[in-house]
């Protein structure tokens, strides 16, 4: 596995409109190569915000992806704008830049914050402390979470749609 240093290789998903924004901490390999959120094959992201909005996004396009999220006021990011990391692995994250959320979210609707698994959790609460009351930590959809089930996250993960119009 190879060390990286990651400097965000990709803008945020974002409109005025956003009610919601869910972090991610740092983009994978996969994603990287990609240049788009959530692309490993096995990461369940896309799977379970298909199902809870009834809508396709695993097999569809960037761009058709990238629509449905806007028109459903949902925002993506990740919590670390820049770091070192040794190949995907978020428990080796070092040297980290945050990402500036407060500036992010300022011109929008975002009335809450999720985070998709731990790490996205520590770090956008650790560097944004005054955002903790609107922040809930997910767990993770990354494949290393084994211990989830799809209907497992699909369950925990249906708290968004609350914040949703």
């Given at each position: 596995m190879q060390n990286r240093h990651v400097k965000h290789p990709f803008g945020p998903v974002i409109t005025k409109e956003a009610r919601v924004l869910i972090l991610g901490s740092v983009p994978s390999l996969k994603s990287v190569e990609h240049g788009f959120y959530y692309m490993h094959p096995q990461n369940r992201?896309?799977?379970?915000?298909?199902?809870?909005?009834?809508?396709?996004?695993?097999?569809?396009?960037?761009?058709?992806?990238?629509?449905?999220?806007?028109?459903?006021?949902?925002?993506?990011?990740?919590?670390v704008e820049e770091c070192d990391i040794l190949g995907s692995s978020d428990s080796s994250i070092s040297d980290i830049i945050p990402a500036d959320l407060p500036s992010l979210i300022g011109p929008t609707h975002v009335a809450h914050i999720f985070c998709n698994g731990g790490a996205a959790y520590l770090y956008a609460?650790?560097?944004?402390?005054?955002?903790?009351?609107?922040?809930?930590?997910?767990?993770?959809?990354?494949?290393?979470?084994?211990?989830?089930?799809?209907?497992?996250?699909?369950?925990e993960w249906k708290v968004i749609l609350d914040w949703l119009d």
């Open positions: 992201f896309w799977k379970v915000l298909e199902i809870l909005l009834e809508e396709p996004l695993y097999s569809v396009p960037i761009s058709q992806r990238i629509s449905t999220l806007n028109r459903r006021k949902i925002a993506l990011y990740d919590s609460s650790k560097y944004h402390a005054d955002l903790s009351p609107i922040m809930t930590k997910l767990p993770s959809t990354s494949p290393a979470n084994a211990a989830y089930s799809l209907d497992r996250l699909c369950a």
